[in-house]
């Protein structure tokens, strides 16, 4: 099969190539996905996993990506819940080859259906953004309906769809990005937009949530907006300055079938919508990775057409 391989720790983004590996090997449990549409995170290369599996040792060439959809392909011995020919997506292993090649093994219970209708590229956008988005504001922050909730971030792929699901739970949206992202904010229903290039941070005021997925500095300071009783919750790095009268909590997205059914079911009616940018066919995932490649939308690779 055709697969997007690192060797290189140190060569980074430019000792990503395109080369034939062999067809994955479905273990116990596996399903086998013939990969429609992948997705990817750009500073997946700095994570260990990515070089090491979970005994510590050397896995390379490894396969980037972690974000499927596509059609399972085979089953491994005694996998339960999935059939042969059917639309799934979802999360790969940290610490497996991932999805921007041909064929993924990945475990069934990392997978959902996906529904009919549903474009395999829209559904390779939603797993890591979604349930990130998902975990952060309810299972770790706790949103709850009537308060108020400032995302950093918000045009962004975890941003957009925090907005989108603290707004339908009855929340007040406070986005933040920069000046171009405007439109984007309030578009996807954000009460109100502050820039953070022009606007001065404290004057979002106080707020019951800070959802966080640029870390640094604006980190240090969200801390200070956090009213008692409330949380920061980021996906970077663990706060350094936590709220004075709050919780202060970092995270590491899981897998859920349950909660990508859900999320699967949103985007069928209506009520969630990835925002998805470029679409490129796999011998240009490589190039999707330079640094300082801002595109507005997720970065999406089409493996497979339908």
Not at 78 to 93: C, E, K, S
């Amino acid at each position: 099969m055709r697969a997007v391989t690192v060797r290189d720790r140190e060569a980074g983004i430019t000792g990503l190539t395109l080369e034939d590996l062999p067809h994955p090997h479905a273990a116990e449990n596996d399903v086998i996905v013939r990969v429609h549409a992948a997705g990817f995170t750009r500073g997946e290369l700095d994570w260990p996993a990515t070089w090491t599996d979970r005994a510590g040792r050397d896995r390379t060439p490894s396969v980037p990506g972690h974000e499927v959809s596509g059609v399972v392909a085979e089953l491994g011995y005694g996998t339960t819940g999935l059939t042969v020919g059917q639309r799934v997506f979802g999360l790969t292993d940290w610490t497996r080859n991932g999805s921007l090649a041909e064929y993924v093994a990945v475990e069934a219970r990392n997978l959902a259906p996906l529904p009919a209708g549903i474009d395999h590229a829209v559904a390779a956008a939603l797993p890591i953004s979604g349930l990130t988005a998902w975990q952060g504001l309810f299972d770790h922050a706790r949103l709850a309906t009537g308060q108020t909730v400032l995302i950093h971030g918000a045009a962004g792929g975890v941003g957009s769809i925090a907005l989108q699901l603290a707004r339908e739970a009855g929340a007040r949206v406070v986005g933040t990005g920069r000046s171009g992202d405007r439109d984007t904010v309030l578009g996807l229903g954000g009460h109100a937009f502050l820039d953070l290039e022009t606007d001065r941070l404290e004057d979002a005021g106080q707020v019951d949530v800070v959802f966080d997925v640029i870390g640094g500095d604006i980190l240090d300071r969200s801390a200070s907006l956090v009213r008692a009783g409330g949380t920061l919750v980021t996906v970077v790095m663990p706060p350094e300055v936590r709220p004075r009268d709050g919780r202060a909590v970092f995270f590491v997205v899981e897998p859920d079938r349950a909660r990508l059914a859900d999320l699967a079911a949103r985007l069928k009616d209506g009520r969630l919508k990835p925002v998805v940018g470029a679409v490129l066919p796999l011998a240009e995932a490589p190039a999707a990775f330079a640094a300082g490649r801002r595109a507005r939308g997720r970065t999406i690779i089409r493996v497979t057409q339908d």
